[in-house]
Each structure stands twice: as C-alpha cells, then as structure tokens.
C-alpha cells in the first residue's frame, strides 16, 4: 500500500475522522487529502504583461519568492508563462537582452489545468512534459492561479508526515498493548 492510499484510508476510516472528515492524530486536526488542483494551487498569482521589459521580469524574479510568472493580458487571459530558466536563456542567448520585453521571453505553448482537474493528473502532466508549474484557468481561460511543483512538495509532506505520525502512533499502541499484558 503506497502512502497515498494509507492516508485515503486514513482520512475515510470512522474511527480517526471527526463529523467534518478532517483526521485526527494525537488530537490535533490535519488537512484532509488534496484531491484537486484547487486543493493545492496558489491562488491570484502576482502576473506580468507582456510589455514588461526584461529588467521588470529580473525585478520580479529577485522581489518575489517565485521561479514562474503567468504573462497576462487584460483582464485576466493568459498569454504565456516566464521561468527563471527563460530568463537565463535569455542572458545567455541574447545579445541585447536589455530590449528584451516579456512577450519575446515568454513560453507561448502552456499547458493549463482547470481547479477541478485531479490532483494525480496535473502532477503527472508535470512530471511526463518536465515543466514546473501549471497555470490554472477558468471556462473562459482567465488565470485563477498557478500550481507550481513547490506545491506539490508541499502536499505531500504534509501527507507524508501525518502518515508517519498515525504509523508512530500504531507502533506506540502496538507497543503499549504488549507490555500491558
């Protein structure tokens, strides 16, 4: 049994889920397991236009904690994202990367994932096409968010850890059931 399935089966079993289906280990609550993009993603992500030039997009890249940037246009419709890689491609291939605007730096073909795509299916798009993150967009194709793979990570260390707590607390149950006899 992998540890998503321990943890399905953690998060559905009467015994450990309080009325709302929120786990209980050691009386503290955890989060129930992300099963959809929204469950993860980073919602309203901060967006470049276009017309940003490039040392706007390097600005960005030191003031804020993000490898990726969705490239917006008005109001909310996605255009194409920028990497940290994009910006070193761009230093190294450019000869005057200093006239360079968003648009010319920007990944045209992205890939995008609705709110209520499977969690399992965005990470494994990530993983087959080897990108980083994933734009999430509504109907109509406006940018609710992004899920990047530090979201992932995050996820599943909190999946891993609340596994590893229920299996120390099954050995410690174990344990004392033993010595009691």
């Not at 940003?52 to 940037?69: I, K």
């Not at 968010?145 to 996820?155: E, Q, Y």
């Amino acid at each position: 049994m992998n540890s998503s399935q321990i943890t399905n089966r953690l998060i559905r079993s009467n015994e450990n889920n309080d009325e709302a289906g929120v786990s209980m280990l050691d009386d503290r609550k955890i989060n129930p397991v992300p099963l959809r993009v929204a469950d993860a993603m980073t919602w309203d992500p901060i967006t470049l236009s276009p017309h940003h030039t490039f040392a706007e997009v390097v600005s960005f890249m030191a003031q804020y904690p993000f490898r990726h940037f969705l490239v917006v246009e008005s109001p909310r419709q996605l255009v194409g994202v920028i990497s940290d890689r994009d910006v070193l491609r761009a230093l190294a291939r450019t000869p005057n990367w200093q006239a360079t605007y968003a648009h010319e730096l920007m990944s045209r073909d992205v890939i995008v994932v609705k709110p209520d795509t499977e969690l399992s299916l965005a990470a494994g798009t990530m993983l087959a096409k080897r990108i980083n993150c994933l734009p999430v967009v509504d109907d109509s194709g406006n940018i609710c968010g992004i899920i990047t793979s530090t979201d992932l990570l995050k996820r599943y260390c909190t999946i891993q850890e609340s596994v590893e707590k229920k299996h120390a607390l099954d050995i410690s149950t174990h344990e004392s059931h033993i010595s009691s006899r």
